[in-house]
């Protein structure tokens, strides 16, 4: 789904990645993990085309990333952050998405549903609480039905129920053949979403595989250990 | 081309309706339509209400718009990345929020300005151009200090460096300049200045703007060095299409160097 050849990223002197080369296959969970400050989020806008490469070359289903936006179409994103023009109401921003996109067929608001988030939809988003703006945050990633959805920390700010919901959303969708990006720092979340791991360390790819593969190079029973194992021994 | 006008008309209908539901814009348009008001009841006549206008809109209007829109910008950087991250190019995502933020703005500045009048009246039709005059000139400084804001709030990651820089400017073009102009003026007082003194005047909106209206005024007293010497230069109507046309030209320079900003920037 996504090819990631030699990636470079600068930003003045400093090399935010390095060097980076990926593979996230078709219809699988990639989570990427790794430190503060490892190159996560600049490595997704890149895919998302906020942010140009220093060098190297993106492929996402096929087409090479060259200034195009179309590809765009087929991607779902969920922001780390979620801060929107606050005098818009919920509702309004869903509507503005599917104006932008001008998608026909209907849009996937089971998230709505599930979130009971309807009611919350006509108010502006300003009075809304941060894990209610997170809730509208994950509607708009799936609202479209895209074939790749990239999730940045989708679970941070969720309470528990609101957290099962969209793990399962997730899960769901996989099953439906879609693909994922996701980063966490929740490592018990990753475990029970993710199929492949790449670890990200000072703008490098560190190890990338299957979740199993990670466990058994390491030695250790979960992930948690596994990445605490591998950041120490980088550090040693 | 369609495909261009539907993504920028999309961005400017759901934009406007947050901007103009927020309180400053709303203050904005009540501070003006006050101010009008008051000075058509108390300030002696339409074209005096006029002029002393004339002086809190060259004052105003930069402010407004340049704090306004680099606090605007800042505080729509998520929203900007989320906008990006759909399939839209940057270009027409551009134009959409340039035309979101200027419009709201230039609206409210222009009912607060002419709502009193048309209620009100006016006691000689000629006053008529002189408001319509105004209020074209305020629009165009608004997309002026709007573009400038983009330009300030693209290029600049920190938010306060980004607020200091949009009230330096302002500073530079509504206070500084003409002081600046003026100690040159007396320093260089054995060489002849006219031209350059036309070039300097050309290379500040608020300038132009303030010698625009005061030529539709006739009052040259109050132009200051820099529009005396103009209008002895071009007089009438012929200085009245260069001075528009050079302001036509410094709204299009800052929004281009906006685009140029924005298609090249690291979100």
């Known amino acids: 789904m996504i090819e990631i050849d030699g990636l470079v990223k600068r930003y003045g002197t400093q090399r935010v990645l390095d060097g980076v080369d990926l593979r996230v296959r078709r219809g699988r969970v990639t989570a990427i993990v790794g430190p503060n400050g490892a190159g996560k989020t600049t490595l997704i806008k890149m895919i998302l085309g906020l942010a140009r490469p220093g060098g190297g ?57 599930r979130f009971a988030l309807a009611p919350q939809l006509d108010k502006p988003l300003r009075t809304l609480s941060g894990g209610t703006r997170q809730k509208v945050n994950a509607v708009m990633a799936f609202l479209f039905r895209p074939d790749l959805l990239i999730l940045d920390e989708p ?82 | 081309m369609s495909v261009l006008g539907g993504v920028t008309a999309k961005v400017v209908k759901y934009e406007l309706s ?10 904005y348009a009540l501070f003006f ?9 108390f300030g002696g006549g339409g074209t005096k209400a006029l002029l002393s206008l004339m002086n809190v809109v060259l004052l105003l209007v930069p402010l407004v718009s340049a704090v306004f829109g680099t606090m605007y910008l800042y505080n729509a950087r998520e929203f900007t990345e989320l906008l990006l991250a759909q399939p839209v190019r940057r270009d027409q995502l551009y134009a959409g929020l340039y035309l979101g933020l200027a419009l709201p703005l230039a609206a409210g500045f222009a009912a607060g300005i002419a709502a009193p009048f048309l209620v009100h009246g006016v006691d000689d039709p000629r006053q008529w151009r002189l408001l319509a005059a105004l209020v074209l ?22 938010r306060v460096r980004g607020l ?45 703007a303030r010698v625009l209206l005061l030529m539709q005024f006739d009052v040259s007293a109050l132009m ?44």
């Open chain 1, 57 to 113: 070359r993106i492929v996402v289903d096929g087409e090479v990333l060259d200034g195009g936006v179309d590809y765009r179409a087929r991607i779902g994103y969920m922001p780390q952050i979620a801060r929107f023009p606050e005098n818009l109401s919920g509702g309004e921003l869903l509507a503005l998405l599917q104006d932008l996109r001008g998608s026909e067929g209907p849009v996937d608001e089971e998230l709505i549903d």
């Open chain 1, 155 to 236: 679970t941070a700010g969720l309470d528990p129920v609101a957290s099962s919901v969209l793990k399962d959303k997730i899960l769901a969708e996989r099953a439906a053949g879609r693909t994922f990006v996701l980063t966490s720092h929740i490592m018990s979340e990753l475990e029970e979403l993710a199929d492949d791991v790449v670890f990200l360390l000072d703008g490098k790819v560190r190890f990338a595989g299957p979740l199993g593969d990670l466990k058994r190079t390491t030695r250790q029973v979960n992930l948690e250990r596994a990445i605490a194992q591998m950041m120490t021994q980088e550090a040693a």
């Open chain 2, 18 to 27: 947050d901007v103009v539901r927020s309180r400053w814009l709303v203050g």
């Open chain 2, 33 to 41: 339509l006050l101010a009008t008001e008051a000075l058509l009841r």
């Open chain 2, 137 to 158: 000139t305020g629009v165009a400084l608004t997309c002026v200090f709007v573009a400038m804001a983009f330009v300030i709030a693209i290029r600049s990651e920190d």
């Open chain 2, 164 to 208: 200091g820089a949009a009230v330096g400017v302002w500073l530079l073009f509504s206070l500084l300049y003409d002081g600046i102009v003026l100690l040159a003026v007396l320093l260089l007082a054995d060489y002849p200045l006219e031209r350059p003194l036309l070039a300097l005047m050309l290379a500040n909106p608020v300038d132009l």
């Open chain 2, 224 to 267: 200051g060095y820099t529009g005396a010497v103009f209008e002895r230069f071009f007089g009438g109507a012929g200085g009245i299409a260069v001075a528009a046309a050079a302001l036509a030209a410094w709204v299009a320079a800052p929004v281009v160097l906006g685009l140029r900003a924005f298609r090249d920037r690291d979100f």
